[in-house]
């Protein structure tokens, strides 16, 4: 907390006012200056971003500093390597400094895949600036020219003679400025990066010793408890405070529609939740048994987690009226949760005016801002640091719990914590959006698509363009007012899009008596993905067929391939539906190709708990929902995958050095849900297009 | 650690020895095992997930057995070894399933793993070596958001491995 107090953020200061120096000692440092707009909205050509830094001091040990979080995801070793191959410095030697607002740029959240293609590209430029200063610092002290150095195991090297990178940093306080051009090393010629790497942390969290926001217990800690509304949409009409507020050690907050309650321990703070009466005002809301035709009658305005897309190609309506073969089917998704093992939780310090939370978030500076609209005061006077995270999947990037145990600590003079309960975490999250969406297509005789209409209701724009070559196509989609709060979610809209299409995909060979694998392949203008689609059919031992055929014997196999986020990815799943008609999968093979791989133990890891991820949406998980309440706010009530649910799953990386790297914690999911529906529909003729596929185990 | 409201007269506590150590702790049917070790005690080690023994996260052993601590009242606790995450490893050394899952790289955020190691533990205590069956059953009433499944269990062979040796080997 001594930090918070320091003075400003180094976001919020010009770079040669930042006390580097002073705070980890003589050394280099190197800047990317930040592209920021202000405070909301992207700039030209993109996302704005905070840039990046880095300090390389006299230990030879270098600071990394970027405004992406880590929450499980494993960003923080792939991105250390990416830094430690630019300085020629083993990955020990680097230390990544990530969530905390004070001391990382400026970042607008840890979502969208961006880890590694934005912060890893500024990590590289930053890196590629402060390497080529330690050439030429090295280059005067060996006597050599630049050209003759090179750098490597925390060593400068020349022809004749070496110098450890710490000891060119004595005395030294310089700052570099990288620029955008800086050229960073080549992924084909990484020694560092690219190869296995362990997580310097990991022992912690073997031993217990990891402490996870709702861990902390700073001295004088109170606990919070907000009052919640008990259904969407209720607005809160009278409240009765007085049994709370009698009870002893319990402090009650009252402001606008705020209640919130702290205690010394958290079983008071229950107790004086309980206690409060409160009365909810409010109509009805919609509930789960007519939410198609709700979300159908109800268009609004795009929300601001996805794009709205309006896409168009040649003539749809002639190349409809010309299509000798044309199908139109419906497919829908239900709303899920994302249920991170750790609920979320905050905890709120004041110290002279200034106030410290820490979060377990996604967007710690959005969460900044909005604690400085909300408690009125500047940016400045607030840090967010964000402590290990027990996993966020898109869900972490709401601010009130935050603005709530600060509102708590400055009330009560004290430092305030609060966690949900699992209840709480179903209840006032926002769920991935239900996704309604309708298709038509058009071929020739021969199959050959020749028109292709795609209508994404409510759930976003995410991968809904098609990746196959279809002359005339109508893309759009159409946000609804929806009854439960939504928002991101992992692979968010594509896992939706790319069910739809990749269904369909399979019902058009199906009817054209084509092989699956054949069909796509014959539609695919992207090279990468149909190397993908290539990689996994011969890995997973596809052969060829006419068309699906069900099988007497009930078994099955489907394939499915989906583009998203610069990444490719191709799922084959392989099913059994036994008598009783129970679903067993067997086998799944998932092929993912995202650029140059950075960190290939970490990537597998992704991509394998993709997979799992992605079974839970794909087989069973539902909220179930009616006149505004969660009917199923419990784990013993709401199904996600466990150990008997994971079959064997096979991953193929295929690496692309030549390639620029993207992310690889999201697309990996999207190809899942369809192959699976496909290899239902080899085994048993039934053809489901609508996920969950079986929330009862069995297929319909 | 315990707050000073909180204390309750000395006839109404009882002992809990966790970790070897034995502490003194109010009786109260309203406090979980979990609630006092991880507020009372300070053992964050051990966590929070559901409140109602859906998801393992909050696993510890007593008297050698994985039990779920946030639905095992205080009060059946009492007078028997608890062990926790942080008495798993012999003081600086790791016990080899702490060890197999660092190789395995078997966590993703890490929040499951202490409930997961405890729950292994147990399992090799009472089946040395389990078929992959005894495995996935033991290790069913745990969840990994992550879905590092496939690990764990890579984890967990590793493990078994180690401390058998494959049967019919000579000696």
């Known amino acids: 907390m001594t930090d918070a107090a320091r003075g400003l953020p180094y976001d919020l200061q010009a770079p040669e006012q930042r006390d580097y120096f002073d705070r980890y000692g003589d050394g280099l440092v190197a800047i990317l200056p930040p592209q920021r707009p202000g405070p909301t909205g992207w700039g030209r050509g993109g996302p704005p971003h905070g840039g990046a830094w880095i300090h390389v001091g006299t230990h030879g040990r270098a600071r990394a500093f970027t405004g992406k979080v880590e929450v499980g995801q494993g960003t923080r070793t792939a991105l250390a390597l990416l830094v430690a191959e630019e300085l020629g410095l083993p990955l020990a030697a680097v230390e990544l400094t990530v969530g905390d607002t004070d001391l990382c740029p400026w970042d607008m959240g840890t979502f969208g895949s961006r880890s590694m293609a934005d912060a890893g590209e500024h990590l590289r430029a930053t890196g590629a600036a402060a390497r080529s200063a330690l050439v030429a610092l090295a280059a005067e002290r060996l006597g050599v020219r630049a050209p003759e150095v090179s750098l490597g195991d925390g060593v400068a090297r020349g022809p004749s003679g070496s110098v450890p990178i710490g000891e060119l940093m004595r005395g030294l306080r310089r700052v570099e400025l990288a620029s955008p051009s800086a050229r960073p090393r080549r992924p084909s010629d990484w020694k560092v990066a690219g190869h296995a790497a362990s997580d310097p942390g990991a022992r912690d969290v073997v031993t217990g010793a990891r402490r996870f926001t709702s861990d902390l217990h700073p001295p004088g800690l109170l606990h919070g408890k907000v009052l919640f509304p008990p259904r969407y949409g209720a607005t809160l009409?009278?409240?009765?405070?007085?049994?709370?507020?009698?009870?002893?050690?319990?402090?009650?907050?009252?402001?606008?529609?705020?209640?919130?309650?702290?205690?010394?321990?958290?079983?008071?703070?229950?107790?004086?939740?309980?206690?409060?009466?409160?009365?909810w005002t409010g109509g009805p809301q919609p509930s789960e048994a007519d939410i198609v035709r709700h979300l159908r009658d109800h268009p609004a305005e795009g929300e601001d987690f996805w794009?709205?897309?309006?896409?168009?190609?040649?003539?749809?309506?002639?190349?409809?009226?010309?299509?000798?073969?044309?199908?139109?089917?419906?497919?829908?998704?239900?709303?899920?949760?994302h249920v991170p093992l750790e609920p979320h939780a905050a905890v709120a310090a004041w110290e002279g005016g200034r106030l410290t939370v820490w979060l377990g978030t996604q967007t710690p500076f959005r969460a900044r801002d909005a604690l400085s609209d909300a408690l009125a005061i500047p940016p400045s006077s607030v840090r967010v640091v964000v402590p290990s995270t027990g996993s966020g999947f898109g869900g972490k990037h709401a601010a009130e719990l935050a603005v709530a145990a600060a509102r708590l600590a400055k009330a009560t003079g004290r430092p305030v914590r609060i966690a949900y309960t699992r209840e709480e975490e179903f209840s006032q999250a926002y769920f991935r959006p239900m996704a309604v969406i309708d298709i038509r297509s058009g071929a020739g005789q021969d199959g050959r698509l020749t028109a292709w209409e795609f209508h994404n209701l409510n759930a976003g724009s995410a991968a809904a363009r098609t990746p196959y070559d279809i002359p005339n196509q109508k893309i759009d989609n159409q946000?609804?007012?929806?009854?439960?709060?939504q928002g991101s979610y992992r692979a968010l809209a594509a896992t939706a899009n790319t069910f739809a299409r990749e269904s369909h995909m399979d019902e058009l060979a199906a009817r054209f008596g084509r092989d699956p694998v054949e069909y796509r392949l014959c539609h695919l203008a992207d090279e990468r993905l149909a190397a993908v689609l290539r990689a996994v059919a011969a890995r997973a031992g596809w052969v060829p067929r006419p068309a699906a055929a069900p099988s007497a014997s009930g078994h099955g196999e489907g394939i499915a391939i989906g583009l998203e986020k610069g990444g490719r990815v191709a799922t084959f799943a392989d099913v059994a539906v036994g008598p009783d008609r129970r679903l067993e999968i067997l086998r799944i093979v998932t092929g993912y190709e995202c650029g140059a791989i950075v960190h290939p133990a970490n990537l597998r890891s992704q991509v394998e708990g993709a997979t799992v991820m992605a079974l839970g949406g794909a087989l069973f998980e539902a909220i179930h929902f009616?006149?505004?309440?969660?009917?199923?706010?419990?784990?013993?009530?709401?199904?996600?995958p466990r150990f008997r649910d994971v079959?064997?799953?096979?991953?193929?990386?295929?690496?692309?050095?030549?390639l620029p790297s993207a992310g690889g914690g999201e697309t990996p999911l999207i190809a899942v849900a369809p192959a699976i529906a496909n290899a239902i529909y080899d085994a048993t003729g039934r053809r489901l297009r609508a996920l969950p596929l079986v929330p009862d185990g069995t297929v319909p | 650690m315990t707050s000073p409201e909180a204390t309750a007269p000395s006839r109404n506590s009882l002992a809990l020895r966790v970790n070897g150590t034995v502490h003194p702790v109010p009786v109260d049917p309203d406090r979980s095992l979990l609630y006092v070790l991880r507020e009372e005690l300070g053992l964050t080690g051990t966590k929070y997930g559901c409140g109602e023994g859906e998801c393992g996260a909050c696993k510890v052993l007593i008297d050698g057995v994985a039990v779920r601590s946030?639905?095992?009242?205080?009060?059946?606790?009492?007078?028997?070894?608890?062990?926790?995450?942080e008495g798993i490893a012999d003081g600086d050394r790791l016990h080899p399933v702490q060890e197999a899952f660092l190789e395995a790289g078997a966590f993703q955020c890490g929040y499951c793993t202490p409930g997961m190691i405890v729950t292994a533990v147990s399992l090799l205590d009472r089946i040395p070596r389990p078929s992959d069956v005894e495995i996935r059953a033991a290790m069913d009433g745990n969840l990994c958001r992550c879905g590092g499944y496939l690990r764990i269990l890579d984890a967990i062979e590793r493990s078994v491995r180690r401390s058998a040796p494959p049967a019919g080997s000579a000696p």
């Open chain 1, 237 to 279: 009409r009278t409240v009765d405070l007085s049994a709370a507020r009698v009870l002893p050690g319990v402090h009650v907050v009252h402001e606008g529609d705020f209640v919130g309650v702290a205690a010394p321990d958290l079983l008071r703070a229950h107790a004086a939740l309980r206690a409060v009466r409160a009365e």
């Open chain 1, 307 to 337: 794009d709205v897309i309006d896409h168009s190609v040649g003539d749809v309506g002639s190349a409809f009226a010309a299509a000798l073969v044309s199908l139109r089917e419906t497919y829908t998704t239900a709303y899920i949760a």
């Open chain 1, 479 to 485: 946000p609804s007012e929806s009854p439960l709060p």
């Open chain 1, 626 to 640: 009616e006149n505004g309440r969660i009917l199923n706010p419990r784990l013993s009530e709401y199904r996600v």
């Open chain 1, 647 to 658: 079959p064997p799953i096979d991953v193929v990386l295929l690496d692309r050095p030549d």
């Open chain 2, 70 to 85: 946030c639905v095992t009242p205080i009060g059946e606790a009492a007078g028997r070894s608890i062990t926790t995450i």
